[in-house]
């Protein structure tokens, strides 16, 4: 009889929980890590759960039936995730996404979002809410979105062609339904709508091409992700990622195009724009040419943990913070002393994996168990 390998794939990746400070009181305005990076963008993961088996991210053979997904009780309530946002923004946040896993699989989600639309930075503006999505049931949510207060969606796609994407996302599912979305999104007003997809050399590098021209001259800003070395279980292979150069450079070939000034720093994507004014695409170049000079990223896992890199190794247990942790006899804490202890968390913040991949450093990070994808989001 053989017996089924169980890979390390369960959740129960490294945290501690963060220290409160004696004195709450005189944590800064506006933290900035040992990099001095300030924080700005806040990535909440709300669940682990997906309705794809995208290669690169879920593979099926790990994230199978056998595979324990998190428990209902385990993830934090949108009333928790929302006090942990309002003190991220006290300290220097301003722009939300909400990812996954499949954000959308999570029940209810519209009045997530109607919740953190409600908060306030400092300056009394509401913060820049984004949604990244596979688009799968985007066509029957993107009303609700926009009616919650959502300000815009980014959808993941990674092929237009039929067979291509059933391939990619391995449950077979059509092309037509994830382009129905992102039609229903614009109709809904959540623009300006992203499209992502991750190049994969030799699986759908063929496809830069039409993606390029289907969504040239639509307003549909399409970006092009370098295939990242991200969690333990895809199998990551330096030769199957293309460089983000010869995307720009098969796309210029057909359809000049020219640089665009970063909107803001700590972006992720350099922009490109066609000569002949149909719009603009992206490039997120994470493993050719690092931007982690600055990253202003927090990443908040569905169970509270949070992250300061997307390659983390090691998680800071925010949910024991806001619950109380009865094994080590803490009790819950006030909004001062979450706050207190989050701004000492960023301040020590020293992560730039990308920077380092490649060297010894980078290597050991690379040996640890370091979180998936689909747990952190993207
Ligand atoms: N290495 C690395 N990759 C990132 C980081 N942030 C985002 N990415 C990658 O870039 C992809 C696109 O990011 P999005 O979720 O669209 O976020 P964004 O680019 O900040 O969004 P916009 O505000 O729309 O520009 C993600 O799916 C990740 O694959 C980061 O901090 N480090
Ligand atoms: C983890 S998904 C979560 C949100 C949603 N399920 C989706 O696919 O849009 C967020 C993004 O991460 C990207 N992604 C996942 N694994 C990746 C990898 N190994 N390298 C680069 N991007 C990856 C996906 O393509 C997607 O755009
Ligand atoms: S990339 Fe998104 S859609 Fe694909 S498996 Fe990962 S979480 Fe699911
Ligand atoms: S690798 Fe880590 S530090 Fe660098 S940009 Fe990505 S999340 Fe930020």
């Excluded at 984004?130 to 049931?137: E, F, K, M, P, Q």
């Excluded at 059509?174 to 994969?200: H, Q, S, T």
């Excluded at 922009?271 to 040419?289: F, H, L, M, P, Q």
Aim: one cysteine or more; a neutral charge; hydrophobic letters at 40%.
């Amino acid at each position: 009889m053989s017996e089924r390998i169980i890979p390390i794939v369960d959740h129960h990746y490294a945290t501690s929980v963060p220290s409160v400070p004696a004195d709450t009181g005189s944590a800064p305005q506006q933290p900035t890590d040992r990099f001095h990076r300030p924080l700005h963008d806040l990535r909440i993961s709300v669940t682990d759960r997906c309705n794809f088996r995208c290669t690169y991210c879920m593979p099926k053979e790990i994230f199978d039936k056998h595979y324990e997904f998190l428990s209902h009780a385990d993830l934090l309530s949108f009333e928790e995730i929302t006090r942990a946002a309002r003190i991220f923004m006290s300290l220097g946040v301003r722009k939300i996404r909400l990812t996954g896993g499949e954000p959308l699989l999570r029940k209810n989600l519209e009045r997530l979002v109607e919740m953190l639309h409600g908060l306030r930075t400092p300056e009394g503006l509401a913060p820049e809410l984004t949604l990244t999505t596979n688009g799968s049931i985007l066509a029957r949510k993107a009303t609700l979105l926009k009616e919650a207060r959502l300000d815009r969606v980014t959808v993941s796609l990674d092929a237009l062609d039929d067979a291509a994407f059933r391939q990619m996302n391995d449950v077979d599912f059509p092309v037509a339904e994830v382009l129905r979305g992102i039609d229903a999104a614009l109709a809904a007003g959540l623009g300006p709508v992203k499209v992502n997809m991750v190049v994969k050399r030799g699986t759908n590098d063929a496809q830069i091409l039409p993606m390029a021209e289907h969504f040239r001259g639509t307003g549909v800003v399409l970006r092009f992700i370098e295939y990242m070395d991200v969690g333990n279980t895809n199998g990551w292979r330096m030769d199957e990622v293309l460089p983000s150069q010869q995307v720009i450079d098969r796309i210029h070939a057909v359809h000049a195009l020219h640089p665009l000034e970063p909107h803001s720093a700590g972006e992720t994507a350099q922009r490109w724009a066609y000569d002949d004014g149909a719009g603009e695409i992206g490039v997120i170049s994470s493993v050719t040419r690092a931007f982690c000079g600055d990253c202003n990223r927090a990443r908040l896992s569905m169970e509270g943990k949070l992250y300061l890199c997307l390659f983390a190794t090691h998680g800071h247990d925010v949910r024991a913070l806001l619950r109380g942790d009865p094994r080590s006899g803490l009790a819950p804490v006030s909004d001062e002393q979450l706050r207190a202890a989050l701004a000492q968390v960023w301040t020590a913040r020293d992560d730039r994996y990308s920077l380092l991949r490649g060297t010894a450093a980078g290597l050991a990070q690379r040996a640890e168990r370091r979180v998936e994808m689909s747990y952190i989001g993207g």
